[in-house]
Nanobody, 121 residues
Framework: QVQLVESGGGLVQPGGSLRLSCAAS????????MGWYRQAPGKQRELVAQ???????NYVDSVKGRFTISRDNAKNTVYLQMNSLKPEDTAVYYC???????????????WGQGTQVTVSS
């Protein structure tokens, strides 16, 4: 099994910054893509940012230039630095990690528990 522990959410004023972290642990042989999704009330979950095992990143248009995704492979951790936050960024943020289990080397896709980000004055 693979466990993901998220941290870093909270309440911030418009224009402020937050940094989310997500650490993966368990029977992990390798990690491929790591990403952050978000779901606002009444809306579908959407991909915010993703980073590949080689460091290639992609972002939803609405966060380009404001959010930065990064990863620390030694710690099996993915980060999301969020700057210039807007009220429309308010949502529950979920991390997702895709990889391969250590024996029997099957693929997995695991989700974090979610962390609330609220942008409000």
């Amino acid at each position: 099994q693979v466990q993901l522990v998220e941290s870093g959410g909270g309440l911030v004023q418009p224009g402020g910054s937050l940094r989310l972290s997500c650490a993966a642990s368990g029977s992990i042989f390798s990690i491929n893509a790591m990403g952050w999704y978000r779901q606002a009330p009444g809306k579908q979950r959407e991909l915010v940012a993703q980073i590949s095992s080689t460091g290639t990143t992609n972002y939803v248009d609405s966060v380009k230039g404001r959010f930065t995704i990064s990863r620390d492979n030694a710690k099996n951790t993915v980060y999301l630095q969020m700057n210039s936050l807007k009220p429309e960024d308010t949502a529950v943020y979920y991390c997702n990690v895709e990889g391969v289990y250590r024996g029997p080397y099957a693929r997995f896709s695991s989700w974090g528990q979610g962390t609330q980000v609220t942008v409000s004055s």
